[in-house]
Nanobody
């Protein structure tokens, strides 16, 4: 079982910023898409943003213009820059990486206070 290592979550006031990072093992090759899901309290997990190996990004509507996803293929790492955070962005954020199968991070808590 391959686990991705996440960092960067925390508590921030509304309007603030956070940057999440997620690293896949250096031994993992042929990574295609990478990205982030989140699970708000009491709700189902939802896709936040994804990015292809070539750098094409997509976002859920509610975060467009506020979040930016990027990746460093040499480091097998994906980032999520989150700006103008809102209380509804609160949740556990999970990264993923697709190679032969999808691999997940352990989750990092993001809490936005009003």
């Amino acid at each position: 079982q391959v686990h991705l290592v996440e960092s960067g979550g925390g508590l921030v006031q509304a309007g603030g910023s956070l940057r999440l990072s997620c690293a896949a093992p250096a031994t993992m090759s042929s990574i295609r898409a990478m990205g982030w899901f989140r699970q708000p309290p009491g709700k189902l997990r939802e896709l936040v943003a994804g990015i292809s190996s070539g750098g094409s990004a997509s976002y859920r509507d509610s975060v467009k213009g506020r979040f930016a996803i990027s990746r460093d293929n040499a480091r097998n790492t994906v980032y999520l820059e989150m700006n103008s955070l809102k209380p509804e962005d609160t949740g556990v954020y999970y990264c993923y990486a697709d190679s032969a199968r999808r691999h997940w991070g352990q989750g990092t808590q993001v809490t936005v206070s009003s």
